[in-house]
């Protein structure tokens, strides 16, 4: 069983920072790719930004130059740092981890851009 716990979400105003991290635990093997999704109310669950175990990342149009993606494979913790966010970026974010075996999801961690 694998597990993936998101940190870091909360309330922030436009124009500023959050960093989130997912911790991976469990029976893991190989993690091929780790990434970030969001939901927004009414709205379908979209790919924020997507990191393979070679470090190559993927980011959604809406957020390049904005949102940066790390991940450090001797902790097997994947991080999201965020700058410049707007209120368009409210949203749930999950993490996502693509692993030999499986796909797993994280709970998800609420990000909010409000004044």
């Known amino acids: 069983q694998v597990q993936l716990v998101e940190s870091g979400g909360g309330l922030v105003q436009p124009g500023g920072s959050l960093r989130l991290s997912c911790a991976a635990s469990?029976?893991?093997?190989?993690?091929?790719?780790m990434g970030w999704y969001r939901q927004a109310p009414g709205k379908e669950r979209e790919l924020v930004a997507a990191?393979?175990?070679?470090?190559?990342?993927n980011y959604a149009d809406s957020v390049k130059g904005r949102f940066t993606i790390s991940r450090d494979n001797a902790k097997i913790t994947v991080y999201l740092q965020m700058n410049s966010l707007e209120p368009e970026d409210t949203a749930v974010y999950y993490c996502?981890?693509?692993?030999?075996?499986?796909?797993?999801w994280g709970k998800g961690t609420q990000v909010t851009v409000s004044s």
């Open positions: 469990g029976t893991i093997r190989t993690i091929y790719t």
């Open positions: 996502n981890a693509v692993l030999f075996g499986g796909n797993y």
């Open positions: 990191i393979t175990s070679g470090g190559r990342t």
